[in-house]
T-cell receptor, first 112, second 112 residues
Framework: QKEVEQNSGPLSVPEGAIASLNCTYSDRGSQSFFWYRQYSGKSPELIMSIYSNGDKEDGRFTAQLNKASQYVSLLIRDSQPSDSATYLCAVIGSGGYQKVTFGIGTKLQVIP | EAQVTQNPRYLITVTGKKLTVTCSQN?????MSWYRQDPGLGLRQIYYSMNVEVTDKGDVPEGYKVSRKEKRNFPLILESPSPNQTSLYFCASSLFGSYEQYFGPGTRLTVT
C-alpha cells in the first residue's frame, strides 16, 4: 500500500504567522503532488500543484518538494483566520497508473 | 459555470437496495474519479476513469461499480449496499495529465 502521511493536527498558529504543513510519501517514483484545502462540511479545493523539486509560490502559498527526501510541504504566509481548514496532501503514484492517494489531512487553526 | 455536480446530495437507504449516485462535469475533462471520505481515514479513491470506456480500480473498489459511457458522466453504482458503505462520497474531474481535480459537492450516504 503506497502511503501519504500527514500529521492530523490541529496545528494552531497566530494570525499573521507562517503556517507550515508537511507531508511525506512512500512511493519514490511519484511525480505529481497537490495540496487541497477543505473547509468543514465542504468539498476539497485545489490550492497548489507541484511537479519538480524546489519551491513554487502562488500569493501567500508556497509549495516545496524534495523528491530525495520524499517530502512535500505547504507554507502559508501571513496566516488569516479564513485559512482555518483541513489541508490535504495528494500524490499520484508511479507505475503507469493514475491513482491518487490522499493523506489524512492536517487541520489548521489560525488564532485571531 | 464550470462545475461538477452530484446527485443525490443526501441518501438514506437500506442494506441490499441497489443505488446509483450520478456525477456530471461540464469542463470536458477526461479524468474522473470517485472518493469516499471517512473520519480518521481521509479521502480514499474508489475508481477512476481516464476517458470514455476506460476505468480502473482505486484503493477501495470492493462493493462498487462504475461506468463511463459519456465523457461528462461517471456514475457510481452500489449493487448491494452494506452499512460499511455509509460515508461521504465525492466525485472529481480533471484534464488528463494535469490531475488538478475539481470536486463535486459530495453525497452523504447512510446505509441502515
Amino acid at each position: 500500500q503506497k502511503e501519504v502521511e500527514q500529521n492530523s493536527g490541529p496545528l494552531s498558529v497566530p494570525e499573521g504567522a507562517i503556517a507550515s504543513l508537511n507531508c511525506t510519501y512512500s512511493d519514490r517514483g511519484s511525480q505529481s503532488f497537490f495540496w487541497y484545502r477543505q473547509y468543514s462540511g465542504k468539498s476539497p479545493e485545489l490550492i497548489m500543484s507541484i511537479y519538480s523539486n524546489g519551491d513554487k509560490e502562488d500569493g501567500r502559498f508556497t509549495a516545496q518538494l524534495n523528491k530525495a527526501s520524499q517530502y512535500v510541504s505547504l507554507l502559508i504566509r501571513d496566516s488569516q483566520p479564513s485559512d482555518s481548514a483541513t489541508y490535504l496532501c495528494a500524490v499520484i503514484g508511479s507505475g503507469g497508473y493514475q491513482k491518487v492517494t490522499f493523506g489524512i489531512g492536517t487541520k489548521l487553526q489560525v488564532i485571531p | 459555470e464550470a462545475q461538477v455536480t452530484q446527485n443525490p446530495r443526501y441518501l438514506i437507504t437500506v442494506t441490499g437496495k441497489k443505488l446509483t449516485v450520478t456525477c456530471s462535469q461540464n469542463m470536458n475533462h477526461e479524468y474522473m474519479s470517485w472518493y469516499r471520505q471517512d473520519p480518521g481515514l481521509g479521502l480514499r479513491q474508489i475508481y477512476y476513469s481516464m476517458n470514455v470506456e476506460v476505468t480502473d480500480k482505486g484503493d477501495v473498489p470492493e462493493g462498487y461499480k462504475v461506468s463511463r459511457k459519456e465523457k461528462r458522466n461517471f456514475p457510481l453504482i452500489l449493487e448491494s449496499p452494506s452499512p460499511n458503505q455509509t460515508s461521504l462520497y465525492f466525485c472529481a474531474s480533471s484534464l488528463f495529465g494535469s490531475y488538478e481535480q475539481y470536486f463535486g459537492p459530495g453525497t452523504r450516504l447512510t446505509v441502515t
